[in-house]
């Protein structure tokens, strides 16, 4: 690697000054863009109505902030690179750094420079700051989601030997719990039952589950109640089984934003050791965007310097309108790829990776039309 690029000089630091002052007040006008109209609003509403005091108002608007930061810092930093060339093309700065012998890759260092630390913050906002967050706004909230499923213990040849409901779930708490014991009659592939429990209540600990008030129902092989009896208590699940299904059921309410990246791994294993394929595709492809989204960060202030990048005479209005419409095109076409790695269209490698990618190629593209 040639040791002059990786040198900083005067005109290095001149514009690595005047791209932390606009890439800063980018990430700030964006903040306020965001939080505005709904979220302040709301946060006010709920102060005047007293449920949210005031202390508690301005914490929920502070714990607002990461989440807003992972979306602001590759559009600050698109914006920022763009309003800083296109400001250093009007002034004919750039002709003179040419002038003198710097080419546009020797130019751009300084936004490399902060581009990559802006990568690194990215990173440390998903894995570390925006799950902190949530989990605090969580604790905070008196509202607590009544979580319902359904989990299917199965042997070591993927069997099904018992099917739990569980109707309501809160804290280790259980209500209206079913299970479903799955006897070896097979009726057209599908197992026929054994037994059926319906306790009132339970309780879920670290290697059992208890349930309370159960009534037991006997089922022959044709399908038949034979026998129904009442149980005070009775256990369910045990080990591995017990801390599997109390993971699952914790974490199917959860959104990816409350996982860090070492719980999000751990998950991913338990839903593909218990064969769930949808939620596992799906969050497999949340994992691998954690790593690419801060790559972006790289590759929209590099597209940002080539669109600000002009003669003093041309046209500028083109630069912002594309540069909007790849921060407009990035974001709304996220969910689109979440739901292609769900369905198992792509795999979620690639449906994390194309955005990426397709700026990369822009990238190129742009860097071919100008005259550099």
């Known amino acids: 690697m040639n040791k002059k690029l990786l ?23 964006f903040t306020i863009v965001w939080i505005a109209p709904e979220i302040l609003l709301n946060t006010i509403k709920h102060t005047i109505s007293g449920l949210y005091t005031p202390k508690e108002a301005v914490l929920v608007l502070i714990l607002e902030l990461p989440k807003i930061l992972g979306k602001a810092l590759p559009v600050g930093l698109l914006l920022g690179t763009l309003f800083t060339f296109d400001k250093l093309s009007k002034d004919s700065e750039l002709t003179i750094f040419r002038a003198i012998g710097l080419s546009f890759n020797r130019i751009i260092v300084p936004v490399i420079a902060l581009s990559l630390i802006g990568t690194v913050l990215c990173f440390i906002t998903y894995d570390k700051l925006i799950p902190i967050a949530e989990q605090t ?94 149980l005070k208590s009775m256990k369910i699940l045990d080990g591995e089984d ?12 959860k959104r990816d934003r409350e996982f860090t990246n070492g ?17 596992y595709r799906f969050m497999l492809n949340k994992y691998f965007q954690r790593f690419f989204h801060p790559f972006v960060c790289i590759l929209l202030a590099v597209m940002g310097s080539l669109l600000g990048f002009s003669k003093p005479r041309e046209q500028r209005l083109i630069g912002f309108t594309i540069a909007i ?39 190129l593209g742009f860097y071919k039309s100008k005259d550099l």
């Open 7 to 29: 040198k900083f000089t005067i005109y290095d630091k001149y514009i690595f000054n005047q791209l932390l002052i606009t890439t800063f007040v980018a990430i700030l006008l």
């Open 137 to 230: 706004s969580n604790n905070m909230s008196t509202y607590k989601p009544n979580i319902q499923y359904i989990y299917t213990k199965k042997d070591k040849n993927n069997v099904p030997q018992q099917s739990i409901i569980v109707s309501s779930y809160h804290n280790g708490d259980l209500e209206k719990v079913i299970v479903l014991d799955f006897s070896e009659q097979l009726y057209q592939d599908v197992h026929g039952l054994s037994n059926i429990y319906i306790a009132k209540t339970g309780k879920t600990f670290p290697n059992y589950w208890e349930l309370k008030d159960v009534t037991k129902y006997k089922v022959s092989l044709d399908g038949i109640y034979t026998d129904i009896s009442k």
């Open 242 to 253: 017990a801390n599997d299904a109390e993971i699952l059921i914790t974490n199917s309410v």
């Open 263 to 279: 719980e999000l791994r751990r998950y991913l294993q338990l839903l593909k050791r218990e064969d769930l394929d949808e939620d």
């Open 325 to 363: 419409g790849c921060i407009f095109i990035y974001y709304i076409t996220l969910p689109f790829f979440d739901l292609l790695a769900e369905k198992g269209v792509l795999h979620p490698l690639l449906t994390a990776g194309i955005p990426p990618i397709a700026f990369l190629f822009a990238i």
